[in-house]
């Protein structure tokens, strides 16, 4: 896909559909190709559809450190953010919020979280960011 798209919203709702039956097809994939190999186990999920933007704001504001991995699990970049909301020079790795700033980036990226995440997936814990 090219530059069709002028937010980053306009680019998710582009290819959710695409991606959400590729995610259906690689789910059933792993599945098959390591049956053998998958287990249960009891996690602990951090429960996105259950809060509000506010409550995501006051969560960023209060531990500024969770917002790259926020933004990592919605594929935004800090760029992305500046682009579409005018905030300029993020720094997504020690940001320094307002409320003001800490409500509107909330508001922008809620949409884009999943319903629920694992606490320690991969991309939360450090280990992508």
């Not at 996105?48 to 409550?55: E, I, N, R, W, Y």
Request: net charge negative; glycine share 4%; charged share 25%.
């Amino acid at each position: 896909m090219g530059s069709e798209y002028s937010s980053q919203a306009d680019y998710i709702n582009a290819v959710q559909d695409d991606a959400g039956q590729r995610k259906l097809q690689v789910e059933k994939a792993l599945s098959e190709a390591f049956s053998d190999f998958i287990e249960d186990r009891e996690v602990s999920v951090i429960l996105f559809s259950a809060m509000t933007a506010f409550d995501l704001a006051e969560g960023i504001l209060r531990y500024p450190l969770v917002l790259k991995p926020l933004i990592a699990v919605c594929n935004i970049a800090a760029r992305a953010i500046e682009r579409d909301l005018g905030i300029k020079n993020l720094n997504t790795y020690d940001p320094r919020l307002t409320r003001e700033s800490a409500n509107v980036i909330a508001g922008y990226i809620k949409p884009f979280l999943p319903q629920h995440l694992e606490q320690r997936e991969r991309v939360l814990d450090g280990r992508h960011i």
